[in-house]
């Protein structure tokens, strides 16, 4: 490296702003390795199921007992299970925009206490839309707990 360059560098290393861009970054670092604590976080690397079927997405995070629903209003595929002990609901969508209605729609019918889990391409659920259902599915599909 020029002599030049490492002079300037040397410099710029100095400055307060310097020192402010290091430390956005060790925060920053720090919240990605260290997140909020009551969100559920993956257990699981995510995945994209984006029009896989639900029996595949149903293997692949480990569900028991798997029985085919079929599609249903915003669904590519669903399907029963039984994930880690807990009943729930699996839904597949073909696009983006398809996740995006379900989750609208459930989101404006059954109010802040419905819990499910949201992945790329996929859902889980259970019957009554309870909370731990939503965050055992959350870490299996590698996604996020939502609430209407």
Known sequence: MNKNVKAALAAIMQTDGYKKFVVAVVAAMIMVMNPN???????????DYYGKSAAYVAKAIGCKQFKRTGPALYSKDGGICYL?????NIKTYQSMSQQFNWDMLV???FGPRFYWASGLGAGIVAKNGNRPAAVVGARALGGKVCHG
Do not use: F, H
């Open 37 to 47: 604590p009551n969100v559920a976080q993956a257990d699981a690397p995510t995945r």
């Open 84 to 88: 880690k002990g807990k009943r729930v």
């Open 107 to 109: 989101m404006d019918s």
